[in-house]
Structures are given as structure tokens and as C-alpha cells.
């Protein structure tokens, strides 16, 4: 039998929530405005970009951009032109004469990978300066290609706040005043990183990207977690109780840690049809152990007040840290003390906040440091 719990399955089930969202956004394209959408880490945001691009892919040319995928300058004029060129078409002569006709300054190599595979990729030999003035032209080229397709363009940028921790300003700018040039180009901008967003999209700044729309993705239900994970364990023959999911949603804090436990106990238990709290235990104690290189890689760059810091909210909450009797009983100093240390791990993705409360956004990493430091 195979795995029902897979990431696409996940995230396709469970963005049925977000439909109104979704048709919210469309709208906003419909009427050629620029949307905002904000989200909370670790939903399924990729999945409800690519859902909105594939859904008008008739009407216009949309092109889906993950800032996570670039971290210079030079990696991010060299993924953009990548994007933009193998969106023009999937022949290799067209999109060498795409290249000479749009960007002729920017020049496209192939190579084969394997039998099947070619990749593109962009070779620069060019000093710092001269990147700046090729990502102005590959934003300049944009709309003079949009008007020849005869279609509307909409680029979605998903991670648009990464663009700031790139070189802190030159390229925001560059992009912040290349769109408010643009005619006939719609924008997506999501971004989840809110001490970005406040800088990004200062007030005085912001009418440059044109935002008529602003849409936040809500964190998904516990009910509609809850209500999927039992139907996928049913529907495949499990038996399983509302305190084992329960203690499922509990113990994984974020959407990609349910499908590793859910997909390692439907695995394990397949001949048994059962689930039980004790496999869960076991199964996060092996993901722990696949998962400790990555965390050690973490752990090894963090400072050792962040560290006893991390300790101290996995063993005892994080709803009281700037309490007198926190501070003094974990040896953290003073209060801001921690508030330096809690916004450097806000900013690396490695805690969150709701309401009052400090959590970790990977359950199974306040486990892993529970787990070397008892």
C-alpha cells in the first residue's frame, strides 16, 4: 500500500481552508492591482501561490519566484534570469533568441545533466557595480516582453522580505523603483518576516509597489489539522483516537513535522492498522536522530546565552521569561538581555510568538535540545 501521507497531499488538502483567500487575491489580479499577503511561517504559502498561478495561466504569464532561493546579488540576478528565460519557453533555441533579444547582455549557457536533464545556467564574470546595472535591465525588459506576449504579466514573489537581508537596501530599491515604472505588471509580494515587512514597506515607501490588496493567510485550525489527519488515517484502514491525534498536533508545532510523523507512523504501523501515544514517542526519537546533524549545524551558531535561553523555554514554557524569577532561576540576566537573544531567534526562524507566549516553530527541535542537554 502506498504512503498517503505525502507533502502534496498535505498541503492540497488542507488548503481548502484558504479558498476564500485565494479567490481574494485572484480578484485583486483580475482588476490589475499589486496584493500584500502576509502569512505565518510554515504554512503552506508555495502551495497557494502555485495554486493562483496555475489557475489563471490562461489569462496571463505568471511566474512564481522564491526569494529562499537567492542570498547575493549576483545569485539573485542570476536566479531571476533563469526564471524569467525558461518561463518564455521549454525550446533551447527560443530561449537563446529570447536571451539576444531581451537581455543581450547576460549570457546563457546549457549543460546536460545526465541523459534527460539540461540545466541553464548564467555565467557572470563582472564586478559588483555591473550586477546592479543587469538587474535594472532584467527588470526593464519585463514589461516590453509582457507587451509582445499580448498577455498580462504577474509576478509572484514568494519570501519578498528575504530581498532585504541580501544587501540590506541597494536591492530593494532598485526593485521598489523599477515597479513603480512598470505598466501592465501585476505583483505578488508574500513575505512572513514582519521586522522586514516594517522596513520594506515603510509608509513613506510603500505606494511604489502599488498595493491595493492586503490578504493574511491565518495559521490553519487545529480542527481542520485534527479533521486530516484522521480521514487519511481511516480512509486507509488505521485505527486511531482523538487523544492520539491530539498528542500528533502537539508534539509537531508546524505542517512539514506533521507529514514526517504522520508518514513514519502510517510506514511502521502498516501491518497493525494501529496508532498508538507510544509509537509516536518512539518515531520523534528517531526523527531526532536523522534530524541531529541539521540541528547540531543550528546549534553550533548560536550564542551561549541564545542556547541556555532555547533551554529554558523548552523545559519550563515561554510565557513568563521576562519574569524576575525566569531570569534569576535560568541565570539569563537581564531583560534585555533576552530580548536581544529572542529577537535574533525570532529573525532566524528558530522561535515565534503568539499572543504573550514564546514557542518553538520545530517541535522536534526543542526535543533535540532537551534531549543533549538532560
Not at 4 to 12: A, E, I
Not at 59 to 71: C, G, R, V
Not at 84 to 94: I, M, R, V
Amino acid at each position: 500500500m502506498n504512503n498517503s501521507f505525502s507533502l502534496d497531499h498535505l498541503y492540497t488538502n488542507l488548503i481548502t481552508e484558504h479558498e476564500e483567500d485565494i479567490a481574494a487575491i485572484k480578484q485583486c489580479i483580475a482588476q490589475h492591482h499589486n496584493s500584500f499577503i502576509y502569512f505565518s511561517a510554515h504554512e503552506p504559502i508555495d502551495t497557494i501561490l502555485k495554486k493562483i498561478k496555475d489557475s489563471i495561466s490562461d489569462s496571463h504569464n505568471a511566474i512564481y519566484f522564491d526569494l529562499k532561493n537567492a542570498f547575493t546579488p549576483k545569485g539573485l540576478l542570476s536566479y531571476l534570469t533563469k526564471e524569467l528565460l525558461k518561463s518564455s519557453s521549454s525550446k533551447l533555441t527560443d530561449i537563446f533568441e529570447f536571451a539576444n533579444k531581451y537581455m543581450p547582455n547576460l549570457k546563457p549557457q546549457f549543460y546536460k545533466q545526465g541523459l534527460l536533464k539540461t540545466e541553464l545556467t548564467i555565467n557572470y564574470s563582472i564586478n559588483e557595480q555591473t550586477i546592479y546595472t543587469f538587474l535594472r535591465d532584467l527588470l526593464d525588459a519585463i514589461p516590453l516582453i509582457a507587451q509582445e506576449t499580448g498577455k498580462p504579466f504577474l509576478i509572484i514573489f514568494n519570501n519578498y522580505d528575504n530581498i532585504y537581508t541580501i544587501d540590506k537596501r541597494l536591492t530593494e530599491e532598485i526593485f521598489r523603483d523599477k515597479i513603480a515604472k512598470q505598466k501592465n505588471i501585476n505583483y505578488i509580494f508574500a513575505c512572513s518576516n514582519e521586522e522586514h515587512i516594517a522596513k520594506i514597506f515603510d509608509k513613506k515607501l510603500a505606494h511604489n509597489y502599488k498595493i491595493k490588496k492586503m490578504q493574511v493567510i491565518k495559521p490553519l485550525s487545529e480542527e481542520t489539522k485534527k479533521n486530516y489527519i484522521l480521514t487519511t488515517f481511516r480512509n486507509n484502514g488505521f485505527s486511531i483516537e482523538d487523544p492520539v491525534i491530539e498528542q500528533i498536533i502537539k508534539k509537531t508545532s508546524n505542517l512539514h513535522n506533521i507529514f514526517l510523523l504522520c508518514h513514519k507512523l502510517f510506514h511502521r504501523n502498516l501491518h497493525k492498522k494501529s496508532i498508538s501515544t507510544n509509537a509516536i514517542k518512539e518515531i520523534i526519537q528517531e526523527i531526532i536522530r536523522e534530524l541531529s546533524p541539521s540541528y547540531l549545524t543550528i546549534w553550533s551558531n548560536l550564542s551561549p546565552h541564545q542556547k541556555t535561553l532555547l533551554y529554558a523555554l523548552g523545559s519550563k514554557g515561554g510565557n513568563q521569561i521576562f519574569s524576575a524569577k525566569f531570569l534569576v532561576e535560568n541565570d539569563l540576566g537581564s531583560a534585555p538581555s533576552v530580548q536581544t537573544s529572542i529577537n535574533a531567534l525570532i529573525k532566524k526562524s528558530i522561535l515565534a510568538k503568539k499572543e504573550k507566549e514564546f514557542y518553538f516553530c520545530d517541535y522536534f527541535f526543542r526535543e533535540w535540545i532537551l534531549l543533549i542537554l538532560s
